[in-house]
């Protein structure tokens, strides 16, 4: 699998942001896959994710504003963020952890598996 981030950006608080991540190579056996964030000097946060199902999972600090989905029609992941806020500036990575049974934002973000180049995304105030 390999996975490539876009629709990162600048934007003022309370804008919005789309980002896409193509994936080439995605196969059923990619149970879960998600996003996660890494701002300079912090730990990396598990943001969203969406298991093969369906079901989302979401951080409480996004829960409201952020929507993952996927169209695996085009094997492409989504993260529509809403009413963004200076403390969601951060590189944003897609992910798609090696889990065949598991899956939720501390999967993404602490799994190995695929990620992608990140994304760069600053929310000015």
């Known amino acids: 699998v390999q996975l490539v981030e876009s629709g990162g950006g600048s934007v003022q608080a309370g804008g919005s942001l789309r980002l896409s991540c193509a994936a080439s190579?995605?196969?059923?056996?990619?149970?879960?896959m998600g996003w996660f964030r890494q701002a300079p000097g912090k730990q990396r946060e598990g943001v969203a994710a969406i298991d093969k199902d369906g079901n989302t999972y979401y951080t409480d600090s996004v829960k409201g504003r952020f929507t993952v989905s996927k169209d695996n029609a085009k094997n492409t992941l989504y993260l529509q963020m809403n009413s963004l806020k200076p403390e969601d500036t951060a590189t944003y990575y897609c992910?798609?952890?090696?889990?065949?049974?598991?899956?939720?934002?501390?999967?993404?973000?602490?799994?190995?598996?695929?990620w992608g180049q990140g994304t760069w995304v600053t929310v000015s105030s």
């Open positions: 190579g995605y196969t059923d056996s990619n149970y879960c």
């Open positions: 992910a798609a952890p090696f889990s065949t049974r598991y899956c939720g934002v501390t999967v993404v973000a602490a799994v190995a598996g695929v």
